[in-house]
């Protein structure tokens, strides 16, 4: 069974170090380039995990948070949220959109493909 994930990053250079950085763990990736391009592809297709960014155009993280939690398919899937913000002003507010998880960026390669192996294990135990 492969873990599918959703990474959805307006920045060229950040999704490619992303894809570089995962790329051990075999997930089938999808990208998406904005907020509003991740929400079409999620409702689209299932994901088992989204890692998304929070400052992106059209439609920004926490509004994508929000919009993918009313939906059924992830209700209950983790949303794993990025952001260069000083994570205790925007951490509150990305869990009560509905993050699973908070990350600070610049993500570090070992510290994702960490995070994102345990959340595998889930999947595949």
């Not at 991740?38 to 088992?48: C, E, L, V």
């Not at 925007?90 to 990350?103: R, S």
Request: one cysteine or more; hydrophobic letters at 45%.
């Amino acid at each position: 069974m492969s873990v599918t994930l959703l990474v959805v990053e307006d920045k060229d250079t950040t999704r490619q170090s992303i894809c570089q950085a995962i790329e051990p763990l075999g997930l089938d990736v999808t990208l998406a380039c904005d907020g509003l391009d991740g929400f079409s592809k999620a409702k689209q297709s299932y994901f088992d995990i989204i890692l998304l960014d929070h400052k992106m155009p059209v439609m920004d993280g926490l509004s994508l948070l929000k919009n993918l939690r009313e939906l059924d398919a992830y209700r209950h899937n983790p949303l794993l949220f990025m952001s260069t913000q000083d994570l205790t002003e925007v951490e509150p507010k990305a869990l009560k959109a509905g993050a699973t998880e908070c990350l600070a960026k610049p993500l570090q390669g070992d510290f994702l493909r960490d995070i994102l192996k345990a959340w595998v294990m889930r999947f595949v135990a």
